[in-house]
């Protein structure tokens, strides 16, 4: 074979390789659980919830993940053990520490999984799963010590100590408040999440104590069901007063011999062991005593809710998520609501906080929760309907007990 065609040979082989090169098809490139950070090549730290934080400014830490740095340090190491993951061979897993600031940063801010990641360098699809994990874990491992509901006579009783003690309501085992949470509306649900304020929601029932804390939860019923009647209906607590497996103290146990009773609005109907505020067109002087007195130890759920919404931004934007994923973020922020009181008090709540009463000059000083008051959509308050006489008969020894003996001094004036 002569070298011209021994050339042209080896051009038509080398044509050919290319030919079947570009025709291979492509691989498609893999997806990263977590963008690697842009690190030093020395000593490079571990990512962590620092990513947009000044080290030394325990402020910007609080700011952005809604606690202070001891805060978190102690949650993390609950929680750590049920949201550690492990190294693969194709991939190492996202660290514990940044699972749990992602899933705080989310709570706090409200921001979307799409503004998320950027602070993160997590992706949105792992995003929307680590969240819901972290916060399942968060209630797992802080319900036992953080939401704890009375389950005899004596540990109601200490409820009802601190409603006395506070705020002068004797025989009380918890305010009893219900609000909307906003969600976008799920894929085919029709109007099934369609509130009577004009959005998707899902609804929050709570029995808060005399320190604003949460003793109940029961989250997840469809906006549709706004008044409160039918939600209550629908949760354990009402199924456990119904048949009287609460463990009540009996009025031999209780002051003045009155029923041990839960106080509500007027979103929740009148039953013996539940106390509502007289109709306002059935008013006289004496029952205009009982709502404000009624209504002075009930402020405390709603300043729970305040000012949960006020700390958990989250709460301030249709949550973006599956119902069923959303039910495990709002328990996660009740959760939390009580440990950082607990553990955080003085920047959590702070006494501004709170709704306030200046008795001196019979009037009432809000909370800096109620500027953003327009985020608490409450439940649709309850039409009438039929009242059995014993709940009527305690209320009305409620409305006597504080015209009379449990009268307090500045009570008129604050009519």
């Known amino acids: 074979m002569s070298m011209w065609a021994k050339r042209r040979l080896a051009i038509e082989i080398l044509e050919h390789i290319i030919e079947l090169e570009e025709n291979q098809p ?46 978190f340090r102690n949650l993390l190491a609950v929680v750590k053990p049920l949201i550690e993951k492990k190294d693969t061979v194709m991939r190492a897993s996202i660290p514990a520490e940044q699972r749990l600031a992602a899933t ?21 699809p792992a995003l929307s799963s680590i969240i819901p994990e972290t916060c399942e874990a968060i209630v797992g491992a802080l319900r036992d010590g953080y939401l704890k509901f009375p389950k ?12 006395e003690t506070l705020w002068q309501f004797p025989n009380c085992g918890g305010a009893l408040d219900g609000k909307h949470i906003r969600i976008s509306k799920p894929p085919n649900s029709g109007s099934r999440y369609y509130n009577y304020k004009g959005f998707c929601s899902i609804i929050l029932v709570a029995v808060v104590n005399a320190n604003y804390q949460f003793l109940m939860v029961d989250v997840g019923k469809n906006g549709c069901a706004s008044g409160g009647g039918g939600v209550l209906e629908q949760t354990k607590f009402h199924q456990l007063l119904q048949s ?13 011999n009155l029923n ?25 002087k004496e029952r205009k005593i009982l709502n404000y007195r009624l209504s002075r130890a009930r402020r405390v759920a709603e300043n729970a809710f ?12 249709p949550i973006n998520l599956l119902p069923e994923k959303i039910d495990k973020v709002v328990v ?14 003085h920047t959590y709540s702070p006494a501004s906080m709170m709704d306030l009463e200046d008795i001196k000059n019979h009037e009432m000083v809000h909370g800096e929760w109620r500027e953003d008051s327009d985020m608490i959509t409450p439940l649709q308050p309850l039409c009438a309907r039929g009242v059995c006489d014993d709940a009527i008969r305690s209320r009305e020894q409620y409305a006597e007990y504080f015209n009379g003996i449990g009268s307090v001094s500045w009570q008129d004036a604050m009519l």
Not at 36 to 61: A, R, V, W
Not at 104 to 124: N, P
Not at 152 to 163: L, M, S
Not at 244 to 256: A, F, H, I, V
Request: hydrophobic share 30%; charged share 25%; with cysteine.
């Open 26 to 71: 492509k691989k498609r490139r893999r997806r990263c659980w977590c963008k690697p950070c842009p690190q030093p090549k020395e000593n490079p730290s571990p990512p962590g919830p620092k990513t947009e934080i000044t080290e030394s400014s325990p402020e910007d830490f609080r700011n952005h993940l809604g606690m202070s740095e001891e805060s």
């Open 104 to 124: 705080l940063r989310f709570l706090a801010t409200g921001r979307s999984l799409q503004e998320l990641k950027t602070s993160t360098s997590i992706s949105v």
């Open 152 to 163: 005899n006579p004596r540990e109601w009783r200490n409820v009802a100590d601190d409603f």
């Open 244 to 256: 009287n497996d609460l463990n009540l103290p009996t009025r031999e146990d209780t002051k003045q």
């Open 260 to 284: 041990f009773v839960f106080i509500g609005d007027e979103a929740f109907p009148l039953h013996k062991h539940l106390l509502k505020p007289f109709p306002q067109r059935q008013l006289n």
């Open 306 to 317: 305040g000012i949960m919404a006020h700390r958990f931004r989250i709460f301030h934007t």
């Open 332 to 345: 996660a922020c009740c959760v939390l609501h009580n440990y950082l009181l607990h553990h955080d008090p």
